[in-house]
């Protein structure tokens, strides 16, 4: 059997715990796994795996030969993909991962980014919560909050959550001028802020102004709580690149503008490893010259 594929099997069945998930993530048949398993073992003749009816563990020296096979097939992979980025035109597919938040913003710059390199096609995902990148397959995530400890992080701009209120609802329930008047007010509430309900400020002086709001909307999606937002149900703190456009169109009113929202750092996050694909770093380039230039990023 082909060592190197054996070798992949073998890796698979570890990360998995399995026979059956290792051939589903493979794309072949349990049985086709346990042969690359059994011709790995007696070509070494040592036993790497301990099978039961229930289980599947590693054996001390399977351990040992799956960390040695790992940086293996990692520099072989690697070794592909650097002779691949000599060629000066970046090609194949980009997989990016973002939130909803981004969209607007990346729009643009996917377009001129496709423009550059005709040879990369590019599979973008939207979600709001953390993902695995690395099990999941993607290249690049774009967050606006923390990534896993676990990956590589480029901080690319810095932003801020801009309180923000339709003209009607000022002319219904008055304005708040401060922190402590947003009490009385409907407070639209983004259950992925970093803080849950306290709504945190940077007051005129410097000092750090917090706010116990409440409101009878509490969602993940900033589209849903930027089209309430708009219809003048509530006050909304919201990233500033969702309310930029609305602002400026005079759609929605920034209140409070003494008392800045904390500033928070927008990065790019990618896979630890030692080759960065030439696709994926120019992709990051560009986003670093493009988004530091946007007044929502200016911080």
Request: net charge neutral.
């Amino acid at each position: 059997m082909d060592r190197l594929k054996s070798l992949e099997v073998f890796g698979r069945v570890v990360e998995t715990g399995g026979f059956s998930a290792a051939a589903r993530k493979l794309n072949m048949s349990t049985t086709m796994v346990a042969n690359h398993i059994q011709a790995l073992e007696d070509s070494l003749g040592v036993r790497l795996l301990q099978r039961t009816t229930r289980k599947v563990s590693v054996t001390e020296t399977g351990k040992f030969f799956y960390d040695r096979s790992s940086a293996i097939l990692m520099d072989l992979e690697e070794a592909n993909e650097a002779t691949a980025a000599l060629s000066s035109m970046p090609r194949g597919s980009l997989r990016i991962y973002t939130n909803s938040s981004m969209i607007k913003s990346l729009g643009p710059i996917t377009d001129e980014f496709l423009e550059r390199h005709p040879q990369v096609t590019i599979s973008l995902d939207v979600g709001e919560r953390m993902i695995d990148m690395i099990d999941a397959g993607y290249d690049l995530a774009i967050r606006m909050i923390m990534p896993e400890a676990n990956l590589i992080v480029r901080k690319l701009a810095t932003w801020r959550h801009l309180p923000v209120c339709a003209p009607e609802y000022i002319e219904r329930h008055g304005e708040p001028e401060s922190p402590g008047d947003l009490l009385g007010h409907n407070c639209l509430q983004y259950s992925l802020y970093a803080y849950g309900d306290l709504w945190r400020f940077i007051g005129p002086q410097g000092a750090v102004v917090e706010a116990k709001v409440k409101g009878n909307v509490v969602s993940s999606s900033a589209d849903l709580l930027l089209d309430l937002a708009l219809r003048g149900r509530g006050i909304f703190l919201a990233p500033a690149p969702v309310v930029s456009e609305e602002i400026a169109a005079g759609r929605l009113v920034h209140i409070m503008k003494a008392h800045k929202g904390v500033e928070f750092a927008l990065s790019a996050a990618f896979p630890n490893r030692n080759y960065l694909p030439t696709k994926v770093r120019l992709f990051i380039d560009l986003l670093a010259e493009r988004l530091s230039k946007l007044p929502q990023f200016a911080g």
